[in-house]
């Protein structure tokens, strides 16, 4: 096999402070846009940052459409609904203000509302076609409420495939925002359960980019067109994936503890910017691709404090409760990597005699200590799992080519058997 010999970064364009929302209707003035789509969720169709874009939009003589319907945790379904409305509206942008499940689908309507075609055709191989987008899409400017997923800074859309209980996705450079306006005022509403669940995101995409596949183990593609979203890990992406852990690692705690507490907010919505520039070129691997089963087959799982008509695992609790079973199972394969970022959440390394044998474990502890500070449940089986689940579990995960094939150690079935066996319990 060929080996690739180059990296691709592509750069996202933010801009950050507290009170940056205001300034989106002057942004779309100034692109030539007259019309434009606001997308959002049901919880926050009321809120503050929705209420500061209208009247933004307003200001500026902006003409907008609201579409409000976006599900958190979205799935096939609810993508198709968003893309019918993009599609007939003939909108000449898109402003998303949400989670990631809210830019992701405003991605996602962007996407088939300028170049149509069947729904499987961009998503990712196996499971879609994995076609390459043609072009360029429509301007999105992307406001982000949660300090997580970092969708502001990717070219990804994630969602659930109903009828076959499993996430996947759609992944090209051609998806990134236009503009991601970060403001931290935007993030102040966030549930507790919330700010824990999308900090972890954080924490994962951060430490998973950081201990990924290095770019040059990848297979050279035979176009640069169709080198992938999600490279491995390269010089570029380290520095923002590690000053990313040790932001989470300094505020989430806070953050989560005390939502009025602006400087850890701050630094939380700043970090997921930081790691989503960081995986967005680099990828995330284990314990992302293991998450996606677990979200597709929640049954009653429901977190205290959500509001939510449907049995849900938010996406950064689904992703963190695989993660120590992963890290002790990745770091045989890169051990400096594992024993750097371990240091850095604040493990004493000066013992450490056999890094290859103990950076993992390491590793594993010090997200199992944020976890228990932010009373994450304990392991699978505290959010509906059995050992009965792992067979389906493990079915889930091996169609997920495009994140797994990153991790540093390769996993097969028998040890993805393993691994999800592992994250029953912890503690």
Same mark, same amino acid.
């Given at each position: 096999m060929e080996k690739d010999y180059a990296i691709q970064m592509g750069s996202s364009n933010l801009r950050y402070g507290a009170g940056v929302t205001k300034e989106v209707g002057m942004d779309l003035v100034d692109m030539g846009i007259k019309r434009v789509l606001l997308m959002t969720d049901p919880n926050l169709k009321n809120a503050a940052p929705v209420q500061t874009v209208k009247e933004a939009l307003t200001s500026e003589g902006i003409e907008f459409e609201v579409f409000d319907q976006v599900r958190v945790e979205p799935t096939d379904l609810s993508f198709k609904a968003a893309i019918a409305v993009a599609a007939e509206g003939k909108y000449e942008a898109f402003v998303a203000v949400g989670g990631g499940s809210t830019i992701d689908t405003a991605k996602a309507a962007n996407l088939y509302a300028t170049y149509p075609d069947d729904f499987f055709a961009y998503i990712n191989a196996p499971i879609g076609q994995g076609k390459p987008i043609p072009g360029p899409v429509k301007p999105l400017i992307a406001i982000p409420t949660t300090a997580g997923t970092g969708s502001e800074t990717t070219g990804v859309a994630i969602f659930d495939l109903t009828d076959r209980h499993v996430k996947t996705g759609i992944a090209h450079r051609y998806l990134k925002p236009t503009l991601g306006l970060v403001d931290p005022e935007n993030t102040r509403t966030m549930p507790p359960v919330v700010a824990a669940s999308s900090g972890l995101d954080v924490l994962c995409h951060a430490l998973e980019s950081y201990t990924a596949?290095?770019?040059? $183990? +990848?297979? /050279?593609? *035979?176009?640069? %067109?169709?080198?992938?979203?999600?490279?491995?890990?390269?010089?570029?992406?380290d520095i923002w994936s590690l000053r990313a852990i040790e932001l989470v690692s300094q505020y989430i705690v806070r953050a989560y503890r005390n939502p009025d507490d602006l400087e850890a907010r701050s630094n939380m919505i700043l970090a997921s910017s930081m790691a989503g520039m960081g995986f967005g070129n680099a990828g995330v691997h284990l314990c992302h691709?293991?998450?996606y089963p677990v979200s597709g087959m929640v049954r009653d799982y429901r977190p205290d404090g959500l509001k939510t008509h449907h049995a849900i695992i938010p996406h950064g609790m689904s992703v963190v409760l695989n993660a120590p079973a992963v890290f002790r199972f990745?770091?045989?394969?890169?051990? $400096? +990597?594992? /024993?750097? *970022?371990?240091? %850095?959440?604040?493990?004493?390394?000066?013992?450490?005699?056999?890094?290859?044998?103990?950076?993992?474990e390491l590793l594993a502890r010090e997200i199992i200590k944020v976890m228990q500070s932010l009373d994450v449940p304990n392991g699978l089986s505290a959010v509906g799992f059995s050992?009965?689940?792992i067979p389906v579990l493990v079915k889930g995960t091996l169609?997920?080519?495009?994140?797994?094939?990153?991790?540093?150690?390769?996993?097969?079935?028998?040890?993805?058997?393993?691994?999800?066996?592992?994250?029953?319990r912890y503690w």
């Open positions: 596949l290095p770019f040059y $183990e +990848r297979p /050279l593609p *035979a176009r640069p %067109i169709l080198r992938p979203a999600y490279q491995g890990h390269n010089p570029i992406s691709g293991m998450s990745t770091g045989p394969a890169c051990p $400096e +990597r594992h /024993l750097h *970022a371990a240091k %850095i959440m604040g493990a004493d390394i000066s013992e450490v005699r056999d890094p290859k044998i103990e950076a993992g050992p009965d689940d169609p997920q080519h495009r994140v797994t094939k990153l991790s540093p150690r390769p996993a097969n079935a028998e040890d993805l058997t393993s691994l999800f066996g592992d994250a029953m």
